[in-house]
């Protein structure tokens, strides 16, 4: 419908980092990367690894939320 924002289920396999033994890895698209690292260090939030450069020029950044879940924000991801 129109106005409506889409959900966008992505399931990640074969990096290294994405293998964290069966937990949950929540992620998000971002329009600027190094945006997302300044407020996610200003809430203490834990960086894990990245930005690391994949394919397709696509960023990736894994962090952990308060509850120890793994996150991951992209930018340039296009669907």
Same mark, same amino acid.
């Given at each position: 419908?129109?106005?409506?924002?889409?959900?966008? !289920?992505?399931? !990640?396999?074969?990096?290294?980092?994405?293998?964290?033994?069966?937990?949950?890895? /929540?992620?998000?698209?971002v329009?600027?990367?190094?945006?997302?690292?300044k407020? /996610?260090?200003?809430?203490?939030?834990?960086?894990?690894?990245?930005?690391?450069?994949?394919?397709?020029?696509?960023?990736? #950044?894994?962090?952990?939320? !308060?509850?120890?879940?793994? #996150?991951?924000? #992209?930018?340039? #991801?296009?669907?």
């Amino acid at each position: 419908m129109k106005g409506e924002e889409s959900i966008v !289920i992505e399931l !990640i396999e074969g990096h290294e980092s994405c293998n964290n033994s069966g937990n949950i890895t /929540l992620g998000f698209g971002v329009d600027n990367l190094e945006d997302t690292i300044k407020k /996610l260090k200003t809430s203490n939030v834990e960086i894990l690894e990245g930005p690391i450069s994949v394919a397709n020029g696509v960023k990736i #950044l894994f962090a952990k939320d !308060i509850n120890g879940v793994k #996150l991951s924000f #992209l930018e340039n #991801l296009k669907f």
